[in-house]
């Protein structure tokens, strides 16, 4: 019997073992501040072969204060130096922008949806209408958060960066009952592929039933997001951006649209190349055995002469007899003349009790 099938169901998209893999183009704050590049992104995720693009619905004063005391500045990575804060004021999608960038989304065919950060960034996007949530591996101990944002009863996707796996069962039973998919993450900007631990995509599908399980990438290039669906993710979650060379808070693990396309056709041949468990002739191989050895006549033969290794051999192409054969063949008789070149077959040996 085959094994069920998950399917997760965002804007009537299904998205399952069965189905294409569902690639999320998040948009982050590569907007760089600028409402018309923002535009360019879900225009440029639409073309690069995005199912969706993602926002982030936060403020700097609904995501942390405005403080620069321990832990308010950050010591290190890419944006060592600056408060928390000034980063997120820098990162932050206006929330007057959502509205525009939800229509132009739309009246391309492209699905999006935003990871909230507080209860009013939920109010916002069901306002909006958004299709689904996603919350994002720092908040996935967040538990009231999720429990407010399944209340909505819109598919949630949580990314379960940083998080033990007992912290994850606490956000699944806090989603209860709401569809989810968990995306394997690693928090580190950038993941280096040793880190990425990929054999952990199946085991969040075997670890909770029921949940469809994906990958959201930070990685640089395309080779692990490839490598996940390979493992079993039914859904991409990578970082996007116009240009790295114009900068901006997460462009350094943000792919451009070229190599996101790139990265959206891979992970799609892949889903197909893995197909199912299957032996034997398949279609693209159908002439194939044509060329497979078999039993030929490679010396003229006279009716009645002993057949040898000098008259029969292993040899392309593949209208003889298979070449598991050739033991009972040596040492009968031919039952007629047989011609150099000529396929072999039963009816050109004569019968076992006249080979005396």
């Not at 403080?67 to 944006?79: E, K, N, S, T």
Request: aromatic share 6%; with cysteine.
């Amino acid at each position: 019997m085959p094994e069920p099938t998950v399917s997760f169901v965002i804007d009537g998209r299904p998205i399952g073992p069965d189905h294409p893999p569902y690639v999320i183009a998040e948009m982050s704050g590569n907007h760089n501040g600028d409402l018309n590049r923002a535009l360019a992104l879900i225009d440029a995720a639409k073309a690069s072969g995005a199912d969706a693009v993602k926002l982030q619905t936060y403020t700097a004063d609904t995501i942390t204060i405005d403080h620069d005391g321990p832990g308010f500045r950050l010591d290190g990575g890419l944006w060592a130096g600056r408060t928390l804060h000034d980063l997120y004021r820098e990162a932050h999608t206006p929330w007057d922008w959502h509205e525009p960038l939800f229509a132009r989304a739309k009246s391309l065919g492209l699905t999006i949806f935003s990871s909230p950060f507080d209860e009013t960034a939920i109010e916002l996007l069901e306002r909006l209408d958004a299709p689904a949530f996603k919350i994002a591996s720092f908040e996935v101990i967040d538990l009231p958060l999720i429990r407010r944002a399944s209340r909505s009863g819109k598919p949630l996707i949580v990314s379960t960066g940083l998080a033990t796996l007992g912290e994850i069962a606490e956000a699944v039973e806090a989603v209860g009952p709401t569809p989810l998919a968990l995306l394997h993450c690693v928090s580190g900007y950038p993941t280096p592929p040793e880190d990425c631990n990929l054999r952990t995509i199946p085991h969040l599908g075997a670890a909770f039933p029921g949940v469809t399980a994906g990958l959201s990438d930070h990685s640089q290039g395309i080779a692990v997001a490839v490598a996940a669906v390979a493992m079993g993710a039914t859904i991409i979650e990578k970082h996007f951006t116009l240009s790295r060379a114009d900068g901006g808070v997460d462009s350094a693990f943000s792919l451009e649209p070229a190599e996101f396309k790139a990265m959206a056709d891979a992970v799609r041949v892949a889903r197909s190349a893995m197909g199912r468990v299957e032996y034997g002739l398949k279609p693209s191989e159908v002439g194939g055995r044509d060329f497979r050895r078999s039993l030929y006549i490679v010396a003229d033969v006279a009716a009645g002469e002993i057949l040898t290794p000098a008259h029969v051999r292993s040899i392309r192409p593949g209208f003889g007899m298979v070449p598991k054969h050739l033991p009972d063949v040596l040492g009968r008789r031919a039952a007629r003349a047989l011609t150099r070149g000529t396929p072999l077959r039963w009816d050109m040996l004569a019968p076992p009790e006249e080979t005396t």
